[in-house]
């Protein structure tokens, strides 16, 4: 049985997204609680040391994943396949969450500015614009198994 091999991002990526995860996990943001009614609670994917790894970024992962990967659950390959890239991706989210929380310990800190500027190279270096992501008019795809950026217009 082939299993799936955990893809590492590129170096220069790479920090950006445990960044991001890292922010998504935090729960700093600046979110306006009164514009819209809290959704229901999700169970997180896994808890590590304690801090849940949201099940909000393990679906986006899923979803680009399955169409990097084109996988059709119709078939058995395509449930199988299913079912590594879902091991997969749980177990690469736990190396982040840990490698983030030895980066806290060693008091490696991120403000929100020195993130948005990052992205904002990140996003320029693969051809976009900040105003097209937040517009909707740029899409990316990270392939969880590779680890590989794509730039798309959204349809």
Not at 22 to 27: H, R, W
Not at 71 to 79: K, L, Q, S
Request: some cysteine; glycine content about 10%.
């Amino acid at each position: 049985m082939q299993t799936l091999k955990h893809g590492r991002l590129p170096l220069p990526l790479a920090p950006l997204l445990a960044l991001l995860l890292l922010a998504s996990c935090s729960g700093g943001g600046s979110q306006n609680s009164a514009a819209a009614p809290a959704p229901a609670p999700v169970a997180p994917v896994a808890t590590v040391n304690g801090r849940a790894i949201p099940a909000k970024v393990y679906e986006m992962f899923l979803r680009n994943g399955r169409e990097a990967l084109g996988i059709n659950e119709a078939t058995d390959e395509g449930r199988r396949k299913l079912g590594e890239l879902r091991e997969g991706i749980v177990s690469e989210l736990i190396d982040r969450a840990l490698i983030m929380q030895e980066a806290e310990r060693r008091g490696l800190r991120v403000t929100p500015e020195m993130l948005a500027g990052r992205e904002g190279e990140e996003i320029t270096k693969l051809g976009g614009t900040v105003q097209q992501l937040t517009t909707g008019v740029l899409r990316f795809t990270v392939n969880p198994l590779t680890g590989t950026v794509s730039v798309s217009l959204a349809k």
